[in-house]
């Protein structure tokens, strides 16, 4: 388990992969795994004006 | 069991659906080569250890066009293919490609300036839609219901410093029902469809639409193919509007999000995309 960057919640790895998206179950920022050995995450990039399908 | 095939994958972040393809290579037995897209560089000669195909998954059009070119350039094949995105990356030059193949699609005209994007909805009439060039997932597009509206949008648009907002494709609004259509297409094949409802006039999935399966009429395959070919072909997603002249079709997406319609239909399209994939890779 890691600290949520903004709030400092806990959270945890339940079979995430490297670069994983998720929501903090707490404050809801976007979050992404920056590595799993150890578990740790930063905030996800933020979405830009050429990002699409 | 593995293809002996190294596959990688130029991505930004894993959403559900590149961790679904990352399953899906897995369960296959063909290694992965990862690709971060805030990552890589480029040099002018093919580096070593490259990989057999570049499944592009790049939420960045932009990333996505320079990689796309690069990889070829290194002899590897890419889905999709750099003409592919080049052309379906960018409204206006798809457009174009589908007005080309005398595909259905919405009355669009193009304007370079705020000035003369007045015009282009004055000349596509009102209730108009104004969509940026290039990106998606409904954002800053807007309904244009009057010339008032029209003023303020574009006034908006005009204090965006980005180049792309420079660019104004004008399209006319459709009277649809409250959903439209999406085929997935994985080479000469439409795996899938849904359609996708919403309360607004935007239906787009990542807006919080809901989804259900489609099926796959004739008329709809037809078409989803023929736009696909249109652009060049590979993985890509037809997105069509119910028109009360028939479909048509209003954007091809070349690096198309599926979970939704996974989650609609039980199509495996991570399964069938890596095998497209595989398929396509330098042997």
């Known amino acids: ?53 | 069991m593995s293809s002996g095939v190294r596959l990688g994958i130029f991505y930004t972040i894993v959403r559900p659906e590149e961790k679904a393809i990352l399953a899906a290579a897995e369960a296959r037995g063909v290694p992965v080569v990862r690709l971060d897209d805030g990552e890589v560089t480029f040099g002018l000669e093919a580096p070593p250890d490259l990989p057999d195909v570049v499944l592009n998954r790049s939420v960045s059009h932009t990333r996505s066009l320079y990689a796309v070119h690069c990889y070829a350039h290194y002899g590897v094949p890419t889905v999709n293919a750099p003409a592919v995105v080049e052309l379906a990356g960018d409204k206006v030059l798809c457009s174009l490609r589908l007005a080309e193949r005398h595909i259905p699609t919405p009355r669009t005209v193009v304007a370079l300036s705020p000035e003369a994007a007045m015009a282009a909805i004055d000349r596509i009439g009102y209730p108009a839609v104004l969509k940026p060039a290039v990106g998606s997932w409904g954002r800053l597009m807007a309904k244009v219901d009057n010339p008032e509206d029209a003023l303020q949008i574009l006034e908006h648009k005009s204090a965006l410093s980005s180049p792309v907002h420079s660019v104004f494709y004008v399209q006319e609004y459709v009277p649809k029902p409250d959903r439209d259509l999406r085929a997935f297409v994985v080479g000469n094949e439409v795996v899938a469809a849904m359609y996708r409802r919403s309360g607004e006039w935007r239906t787009n999935a990542a807006r919080g639409g809901s989804t259900e399966a489609a099926p796959l009429t004739s008329e709809l395959t037809d078409l989803a193919l023929r736009a696909a070919e249109a652009v060049g072909g590979g993985v890509l997603a037809v997105d069509l509007m119910e028109s009360p002249s028939g479909l048509v079709v209003h954007e091809v997406n070349p690096t198309p999000e599926f979970k939704a319609l996974a989650g609609a239909t039980g199509a495996d399209i991570a399964g069938r995309i890596v095998d497209y994939a595989l398929g396509v890779a330098r042997r």
């Open chain 1, 1 to 53: 388990m890691t600290n949520c960057p903004e709030c400092e919640a806990t959270v945890e790895n339940h079979g995430m992969v490297l670069g994983e998206v998720f929501s903090c179950p707490d404050c809801g920022t976007e979050l992404e795994v920056l590595g799993n050995t150890p578990f740790s995450v930063q905030p996800a990039p933020k979405e830009a004006e050429d990002w699409g399908e």
